[in-house]
């Protein structure tokens, strides 16, 4: 168990797809017709994708646990109408199901993003043309102490570059780099976040985490990119350019990304 000494609240929006037995990609609203919800959070439609919003956790093993919990449920409710549940990061998606969804699943999320390096990306404005889809795995950060609770929000652009050289390079050695250039061409580009009453949603990372065991490594790296900024500690900022960042992370340069790390392998122990 880690020491969580700034007392985190770590939450999540992770997203899966639903396929048919012939690998075919359906929307949410085929196996959802409203949110479920229990007490470990609550299984919602979002566009053509199925989003788990599972409960704020102070501790890795809860955080784990939830996620589980969330995506055995929509494994359950999938197989009792014959499809299966996809963790790809990106799905193509048929003419055919793209005909067939509400005009509300074929939209992309309005909700305005903002970017720690003002490096901003225009939606398509017509999103049925577009056809595939991509899972985020954005986090949502808070803390149950006011004061770091006060600081992440007034701090959040350095906070976010701090974690796109931790958790967002981290993440990027194990995805997929074609997925990562198809994602990031809309979504979860360097520096991507929202800015929620409670804290930060860090919204570069994709689903790949939901197939990943590290979610010590997931509470570590975040507790460690604030409080480098609470200490106005600069050194890994200093260690490569904002520029580096982008280009390595929204065109899916894994190995300048293990380079990195290899180069500053103090920050990640």
């Not at 704020?56 to 499809?83: G, Q, T, W």
């Not at 999103?127 to 899972?135: D, E, I």
């Amino acid at each position: 168990m880690i020491e969580n000494k700034l007392k985190l609240l770590l939450g999540s929006d992770p997203e899966i797809f639903i396929k048919t037995k012939d690998n075919i990609i359906v929307g949410s609203e085929v196996m959802l017709q409203g949110d479920i919800e229990f007490d470990f959070g609550k299984i919602v439609r979002d566009g053509i994708q199925v989003e788990f919003n599972p409960t704020p956790a102070n501790n890795p093993n809860d955080f784990k646990e939830n996620i589980n919990k969330s995506i055995d449920v929509a494994k359950r409710i999938a197989n009792d109408i014959n499809l299966d549940v996809v963790l790809d990061q990106v799905v193509n998606i048929t003419q055919e199901t793209m005909d067939s969804l509400s005009d509300d699943s074929k939209v992309f999320g309005c909700m305005p993003s903002y970017n720690a390096y003002d490096n901003y990306i225009k939606l398509p404005k017509d999103a049925s043309k577009v056809m595939y889809r991509s899972g985020g795995g954005h986090i949502h950060i808070s803390s149950e102490d006011e004061e770091v609770r006060e600081f992440i929000i007034n701090n959040r652009d350095v906070i976010v570059k701090n974690l796109d050289r931790l958790l967002g390079m981290i993440l990027l050695t194990y995805e997929n780099t074609d997925d990562v250039i198809k994602r990031r061409t809309y979504y979860g580009r360097a520096g991507e976040y929202r800015k929620p009453n409670y804290g930060l949603e860090y919204r570069v990372p994709s689903n790949i985490w939901l197939s990943l065991d590290i979610y010590n490594s997931i509470f570590i790296l975040i507790e460690r990119a604030i409080d480098m900024a609470m200490n106005n500690n600069t050194s890994l900022l200093d260690s490569i350019s904002d520029e580096d960042v982008m280009d390595i992370i929204n065109t899916g340069k894994k190995d300048k990304a293990e380079t990195f790390i290899n180069d500053n392998i103090t920050f990640f122990q």
